[in-house]
C-alpha cells in the first residue's frame, strides 16, 4: 500500500516478496486485530497543538466502494455524497483534528460504520469520537465542523455541554422560527431576509429543539450556484463572510478521502471477511498518515512524493534498462 501505484491486493504483495505466500498474508490479515487505537498511538507524537481557537475538529463520512462485490462483509447499500446515489460499500466516518494556524491536519480516529454487527448509527460514532477527544485524547479545540447529516439536537447539545462552539448547515426543509415564537415554523428556504440579516446573520429556534435554545443562522454563499444556511451556537458571531471562511476549512476531510481512495488503495481489498476489511482499512490510514508527515516535512503534496516513486525507477532504468535495446 506504501509503494504499489495500482494493485493492492494481497496475492500482488505475495507476488513480489519472497518467502511469502498469499495463504500466509490472508491468515495474518484473518488473525491481527487493527484498530482505531494503533492510528492514534502513532499519530499522537506528531501532532502540533496552538491555542485553541486555531484548532478545528472535522466529523464526515465516505463510502469506499464495493458494488462488485456482493459477498463481503460490512458492505451494504447506503448513499454516497460522492456518486450522488446510493452504492454498495463500507461506511467509514472520520474524525480530522486541524491546526488552521499552520495549515496541517491529521487523522485522529475512525469507525466502520456497520448497524449490523454493533447496533451503531453514524451519529453513535461520531459522539463516542467527540467524547474521545475531550475525556481520553484530551485535544484542545475550540470548533466543530460537520455536515448537515450531524445536524441533529443530541449532537449539538452534546458539543453544547462540552464547552465548543459548532457550524454546521441545515438542510433547506428543516423547520425554524425566526419570530421569536410569534409566527408558526416555516422552512429554512422560506423565511425572509433583511439586508442586515445577509450581513449579520440571524437568531432563530430550530423545530424539536429545547425552548429556551437559540441559534444564529447565516445565509452562505459558497460557490456562484450554490448557497448553504449555517447554524452555529457562538449568538457572538455577526459577520457572514467570516463564517464562509470557517465553513471553508471543511473542504479538508473532503481532501483526506480523495487522498486516502487515490493513493493507499483503500478501497481495493476483495476479501470477504470483516475481520480482514477492517484490518486493511486501519493499514491505509497508517500508510495516509505516513505519506502525509514525510510529504509536509518535505514541502510536496502526497501527491507528488507517491508519484516521486515512478520517477525514481524511471531514472534508474534509463540509466541501467532492464530491458535493453539495439537498432539494426
Not at 455536515?147 to 455541554?161: F, K, P, V
Not at 437568531?203 to 441559534?215: E, G, R
Not at 487515490?262 to 471477511?273: D, H, N, P, V, Y
Not at 505519506?291 to 516535512?297: N, V
Request: glycine share 4%; charged share 25%; with cysteine.
Amino acid at each position: 500500500m506504501l509503494s504499489s501505484q495500482i494493485n493492492y491486493t494481497i496475492t500482488n504483495l505475495a507476488d513480489h516478496i519472497e518467502g511469502y505466500s498469499h495463504d500466509q498474508i490472508n491468515r495474518y490479515l484473518k488473525a491481527e486485530k487493527l484498530t482505531p487505537k494503533l492510528l492514534w498511538q502513532n499519530v499522537k507524537p506528531t501532532i502540533v497543538s496552538d491555542e485553541a481557537k486555531y484548532m478545528y475538529v472535522l466529523f464526515d463520512d465516505t463510502v469506499l466502494d464495493k458494488r462488485h462485490a456482493k459477498e463481503i462483509e460490512m458492505a451494504q447499500r447506503q448513499y454516497s455524497g460522492n456518486e450522488h446515489g446510493v452504492v454498495q460499500g463500507i461506511g467509514l466516518v472520520n474524525c480530522i483534528y486541524v491546526n488552521f494556524k499552520r495549515h496541517e491536519f491529521w487523522v485522529v480516529d475512525y469507525r466502520i460504520y456497520d448497524p449490523n454487527g454493533d447496533g451503531k448509527s453514524k451519529l453513535d460514532h461520531v459522539s463516542d469520537m467527540l467524547k474521545g477527544l475531550v475525556h481520553s485524547k484530551q485535544l484542545a479545540f475550540q470548533t466543530v465542523l460537520m455536515d448537515s447529516w450531524y445536524a441533529t439536537q443530541r449532537l449539538m447539545a452534546e458539543i453544547d455541554n462540552f464547552g465548543k462552539i459548532y457550524y454546521c448547515p441545515l438542510k433547506s426543509n428543516r423547520l425554524v422560527d425566526d419570530s421569536g415564537g410569534v409566527e408558526k415554523y416555516k422552512r429554512i428556504d422560506q423565511l425572509d431576509w433583511s439586508e442586515k440579516e445577509l450581513l449579520q446573520g440571524k437568531l432563530i429556534k430550530i423545530n424539536k429543539f429545547p425552548k429556551d435554545k437559540k441559534v444564529k443562522l447565516f445565509w452562505v454563499t459558497v460557490s456562484p450556484s450554490r448557497t448553504e444556511y449555517v447554524v452555529t451556537n457562538d449568538l457572538t458571531q455577526d459577520y457572514t463572510p467570516e463564517v464562509q471562511a470557517i465553513c471553508s476549512i471543511r473542504w479538508i476531510i473532503e481532501e483526506f478521502h480523495r487522498e486516502i481512495k487515490q493513493l493507499t488503495g483503500i478501497e481495493a481489498c476483495q476479501c470477504r471477511k470483516s475481520r480482514i476489511q477492517r484490518n486493511h482499512i486501519a493499514c491505509a490510514m497508517l500508510v495516509w498518515h505516513h505519506l502525509k508527515r514525510l510529504a509536509f516535512q518535505a514541502g510536496n503534496t502526497i501527491y507528488q512524493l507517491k508519484s516521486g516513486l515512478l520517477s525514481d525507477y524511471l531514472r534508474y532504468q534509463l540509466k541501467h534498462p532492464s530491458i535493453s535495446m539495439a537498432l539494426a
